[in-house]
């Protein structure tokens, strides 16, 4: 099982319900951390739940004040649309540990949320004692931990391996050509995990608002002879200043359906479609619909690789 952790950026959401929607994700359990209450983030889990899309949402994001935000909202249908879809079967609660996680958890409980059905995110081995307090005589749902030793000796049950395979640049344009991504589907099993978890091509790192980039660059993982997964960036050449955003993302949408065509042929996923038709249309999306995609691309190949044992 594969656990991609997204934020709950507008196109992060989309990404998530438009690959809901197809039934391609079957195999994936999408992990949002919440940025603030919107109709996206509603309609993304209304299609997760009409789907049958188990998706997790994180209770207390270290991103946002997703819950004040959310209780401070004025009496409206997308309050209480919003209160009651969190509490959907579908919907798994999460939890990242935290210096507050003692009175997070008892928290839960107050709200009868049994702590076994959670999704234990860790990222700080300094919290691995309160989790073995509330731990002691059970075990949450997943646990998604680093490949470290504090991790590994701490917790024994329910582990997912958890690594950001993103390596995220200042500028687009500091983008090498191509670089490894990750060979976790192929280990995780044989190195005693129940699955494995990543930040997709986003990365870990939490950027609350764009700019106005001088290289357009598409970010584009792919399997090798070897299984493994790689990724490469496909970057515009005219990228001496911010101007023309929309022939920057035609100069890389040339290169990446080139090297496809030439390269993986047989590699098919519902967004590399949508990069053709772009590229048939001469239409540009914006830079928010590009990462769509290549979110999109992502989780529907590791999906179709899980899914079948074999490269499409």
Partial sequence: MYFPILRGKQFELIAIRELAEA????????????IKPSSTLL??????NQNGQKVGFIH?????????DLVDLPESTLKNDL???????????????????????????????????????????????TYNEYFSKGSPLFNLVPDRNPFRREI????????????????????????????????????????????????????????APYAVTI????????????????????????????GKFGQALVKMITWVDENKPEMNTIALGEFRKL?????YPGLGTVKKLSIMHHLELVNQYLDTGRLN
Avoid: W
């Avoid at 039934?23 to 919440?34: A, D, Q």
């Avoid at 990242?96 to 702590?115: H, P, R, T």
């Avoid at 590229?279 to 239409?283: A, Y």
């Fill in 23 to 34: 039934n391609v994700i079957n195999k994936i359990t999408p992990i949002i951390e919440p």
């Fill in 219 to 246: 970010h584009m993982v792919y399997f090798n002879d070897k299984s493994e997964l790689r990724v490469r960036h496909f970057m515009s050449t005219s990228n001496s200043d911010i101007s023309d955003p929309a």
């Fill in 60 to 68: 207390n994001p270290q991103v946002s004040n997703f819950k004040k």
């Fill in 279 to 283: 590229l048939e249309s001469g239409k």
């Fill in 83 to 129: 209160e009651n879809i969190l509490v959907n079967k579908c919907v798994i609660p999460s939890h990242l540990m935290n210096i507050n996680s003692s009175y997070e958890f008892d928290a839960l409980k107050e709200d009868s949320i049994n702590l076994n059905d959670l999704i234990i995110i860790h990222k700080n081995a300094d919290y691995l004692s």
């Fill in 43 to 48: 309609s993304t889990l209304k299609q997760c």
């Fill in 156 to 211: 024994k049950n329910q582990r997912v391996i958890l690594e950001d395979k993103f390596n995220k640049q200042t500028r687009n344009s500091d983008y090498c050509e191509e670089e490894a991504f990750s060979q976790d589907h192929l280990y995780f099993e044989e190195e005693g995990y129940k699955g494995f978890a990543d930040y997709s091509i986003v990365g870990e790192e939490f950027i609350e608002a764009g700019f």
